[in-house]
Nanobody
Framework: VQLQASGGGLVQAGGSLRLSCVAS????????MGWFRQAPGKEREFVAA????????YYADSVKGRFTISRDNAKNTVYLQMNSLKPEDTAVYYC??????????????????????WGQGTLVTVSS
């Protein structure tokens, strides 16, 4: 599975961006998907995750209420809608796929080491 993240860019605080993650090579309809981010000088952290069906979604406390993860299995694509962006959201955002889609517990989907495939990242810069 190859994952291609896009949609990053420069935006002012309070603005919005929508990230997309398109999968190729095989269908991801049975995979749980996640978004992670890494800010300069910091470790990569969990942002959001969605179960294979889309029935379960999880968010880091820092983005809850501002970000929305969704998926379109027919398009083999996962999205991250980011609203009310803050300068502290500045980071490279990565999408990832968890092939063990049957286990959609939050404790699993927030753990980056359990993801099997990663995209290359897309840079989001939020200016104050």
């Amino acid at each position: 599975v190859q994952l291609q993240a896009s949609g990053g860019g420069l935006v002012q605080a309070g603005g919005s961006l929508r990230l997309s993650c398109v999968a190729s090579g095989r269908t991801i309809s049975s995979y749980a998907m996640g978004w992670f981010r890494q800010a300069p000088g910091k470790e990569r952290e969990f942002v959001a995750a969605i179960s294979w069906s889309g029935g379960a979604t999880y968010y880091a406390d820092s983005v809850k209420g501002r970000f929305t993860i969704s998926r379109d299995n027919a398009k083999n694509t996962v999205y991250l809608q980011m609203n009310s962006l803050k300068p502290e959201d500045t980071a490279v955002y990565y999408c990832a796929a968890d092939a063990l889609g049957s286990d959609s517990r939050y404790s699993r989907l927030r753990s980056e080491e359990l993801y099997d495939y990663w995209g290359q990242g897309t840079l989001v810069t939020v200016s104050s």
